[in-house]
């Protein structure tokens, strides 16, 4: 046997030895002034339990519920569980070009109901999020928490003034400090495709990283103007409205990298098939083991004795005693309204 907290022991029995010690040494004032066969001659007979005997039969109680509290357990052994998940990066472009409304309600809320799903159906997975527009950051890293890493895509402002501009090359290396102790890494993009044309060196950083990026079209070819948060739309010097369309150079990126491309899909079969592929290529990486233990407890033996050693401790107390203490309670408590 053994107990699962031993500190309580000590902390608890120390005190309650030294108080056994005190109160025993302790002698009344009446036996102070009288011999021991003067008070017996004195004392009224009853077949009530002496004060001693009581106080005895408290403090085991007391020792018997420390006991319970230091939880003795039985077999008690150690495992150590190791998982072993596939890290995934959601990169998820807020430029304001995310904000055109040619998917309902717009790109951007669309990303964000997408990266829910991602979140709720990963299997055997650890996420981790970045944001990026003209520059990234991380809004968690790889995680297994998915009910924090939900309650944070929930309050996700997509009405927040980010910058303009969607910086491809920015997003991969912050996701690549996220994924530098896994071998296998993989980006999930969702994004209208950014404003170059040219990603070649976004390509070779990638291959030379190892990391695949699956990416989702998330805009129309023909594309739309970008409404402002007072009304009106985006435009450029000359004072004519922009009108973004899909940067269909982001299927290069996405399979020149090792990766996957798809265009949107108002359901989550885009989702899938890019998670199948994940699942069926990567391998999976090794996470902090967690030791569990297991054992069989035992703490209810000692706080069930304690309990009927409590039950004959209180039996014993006179019968007027017992009434009075009812009565107090009774007087002490809060009347009804």
């Known amino acids: 046997m053994q107990f699962y907290y031993p500190n309580v022991l000590w902390m608890m029995l120390i005190p309650i030895v030294l108080l056994i010690v005190l109160i025993g040494t302790n002698k009344s004032t009446m036996q102070k002034f009288f011999n021991e066969d003067v008070l017996q001659k004195l004392s009224a007979g009853g077949n009530f339990m002496r004060s001693e005997t009581r106080n005895f039969v408290l403090f085991a109680a007391l020792i018997l519920m420390t006991i319970a509290l230091a ?17 995934i990066v959601v990169a998820i472009d807020v430029s304001k070009s995310m904000l055109a409304d040619d998917i309902y309600p717009n790109r951007l809320e669309l ?15 650890a996420i981790g999020v970045v944001l990026f527009a003209k520059s990234s950051f991380i809004m968690s890293p790889i995680t297994q928490d998915f009910t924090s890493l939900m309650y944070l895509i929930e309050h996700l402002d997509t009405g927040l003034n980010f910058d303009n501009g969607s ?11 996220l994924t530098v102790d896994f071998s296998a890494k993989n980006i999930i993009l969702l994004s209208d495709g950014g404003n170059k044309s040219d990603y070649s060196a976004e390509i070779i950083y990638a291959k030379e990283k190892k990391i695949n990026i699956y990416a989702v079209a998330l805009a129309t070819k023909k594309g739309t103007a970008i409404p402002k948060k007072n009304g009106g739309y985006m435009t450029n010097s000359a004072g004519e409205i922009v009108v973004v369309g899909l940067n269909e150079q982001m299927s290069t990126l996405a399979m020149q990298s090792g990766g996957g491309y798809i265009d949107f899909s108002l359901g989550n079969s885009d989702i899938d098939a890019i998670l199948n592929d994940i699942y069926s290529k990567s391998k999976k990486a090794q996470f902090e083991s967690q030791k569990v233990k297991t054992f069989t407890e035992l703490f209810y033996y000692p706080l069930a004795l304690a309990l009927l050693v409590l039950l004959i401790a209180f039996s014993s107390l ?12 009774f007087v002490l408590s809060p009347s009804e309204q």
Do not use: C, F, G
Not at 71 to 87: A, F, G, T
Not at 318 to 323: Q, S, T
């Open 71 to 87: 939880r003795p357990v039985m077999d008690l052994q150690e495992h150590e569980s190791k998982q072993e998940l596939i890290p």
């Open 167 to 177: 910086d491809m090359m920015s997003m991969i290396e912050t996701a690549d400090q």
């Open 111 to 125: 990303a964000k109901k997408k990266l829910k799903y991602i979140v709720q159906n990963a299997q055997n997975s």
């Open 318 to 329: 006179p019968r007027k005693k017992i009434l009075s203490a009812l009565a107090l309670l």
